[in-house]
């Protein structure tokens, strides 16, 4: 049974930093398909950044201020926010899915976490 733990959200002014994490437990980190999406209230999911066989693709929004990283050994997801927007609020969520390769949206992806609530004041 895959299982996927987010932490690391949180509340804070523009400008500022947090790190997201997601431990993963019952799937095996290759080269499949791994990312972080996000939601505000009354807004469709959308992709934030993404790895796959590919390698890694950023939303415009984050491009520059995101980072994701992966620890296959440790089996977690991580994402450096830096330079936090109010248009940052969101609910986050890691997910990791049984592909290969994958485009930027959640249909791609079988595996969820519950995800975590990042609010950015400005």
């Known amino acids: 049974q895959v299982q996927l733990v987010e932490s690391g959200g949180g509340s804070l002014q523009a400008g500022g930093s947090l790190r997201l994490s997601c431990a993963v437990s019952?799937?095996?980190?290759?080269?499949?398909?791994v990312g972080w999406f996000r939601q505000a209230p009354e807004k469709e999911r959308e992709g934030v950044a993404i790895?796959?066989?590919?390698?890694?693709t950023y939303s415009a929004s984050v491009r520059g201020r995101f980072t994701i990283s992966k620890d296959n050994a440790k089996s977690t997801l991580d994402l450096q926010m830096n330079n936090l927007k109010p248009e940052d609020t969101a609910n986050y969520y890691c997910?990791?899915?049984?592909?290969?390769?994958?485009?930027?949206?959640?249909?791609?992806?079988?595996?969820w976490g519950q995800g975590t609530q990042v609010t950015v004041s400005s």
């Open positions: 997910a990791v899915s049984d592909r290969w390769y994958c485009a930027f949206s959640p249909s791609y992806f079988q595996y």
């Open positions: 019952g799937y095996t980190f290759t080269t499949k398909c």
């Open positions: 790895i796959d066989t590919d390698g890694t």
